[in-house]
Nanobody
Framework: QVQLVESGGGLVQAGDSLSLSCAAS????????MAWFRQAPGNEREIVAS????????YYTDSVKGRFTISRDNAKNAVYLQMNSLKSEDTGVYYC?????????????????WGQGTQVTVSS
């Protein structure tokens, strides 16, 4: 099994920056792509960004391109999300996820490991 624990959420003002971290433990060698998802009240969970095992492949949803950066450190079994120029629409619960998929994927159903989520609130 794999356990994922997020940290770094909080309340910030629009335009501020925030950095999220996710620490993986357990059978981490089974993890290939990792991703950050978010869910706002009343909305479905959506992918924010994903990253392949060696970091070469990355995906960002359109609304965060140029503002968010995903990275990972396999030696530390960690994945990060740097969020700059935050907007009120970035508010939501952010989830770290890991996939044992052989290839790169952005499909939520391919992610079989999930953290408990961390709240990000951006006030306007």
């Amino acid at each position: 099994q794999v356990q994922l624990v997020e940290s770094g959420g909080g309340l910030v003002q629009a335009g501020d920056s925030l950095s999220l971290s996710c620490a993986a433990s357990g059978r981490t060698f089974t993890i290939n792509p990792m991703a950050w998802f978010r869910q706002a009240p009343g909305n479905e969970r959506e992918i924010v960004a994903s990253i392949g095992w060696n970091g070469a492949r990355q995906y960002y949803t359109d609304s965060v391109k140029g503002r968010f950066t995903i990275s990972r450190d396999n030696a530390k079994n960690a994945v990060y999300l740097q969020m700059n120029s935050l907007k009120s629409e970035d508010t939501g619960v952010y989830y770290c996820a890991g996939s044992s998929s052989v290839g790169f994927t952005i499909r939520p159903t391919d992610y079989n490991y999930w953290g408990q989520g961390t709240q990000v609130t951006v006030s306007s």
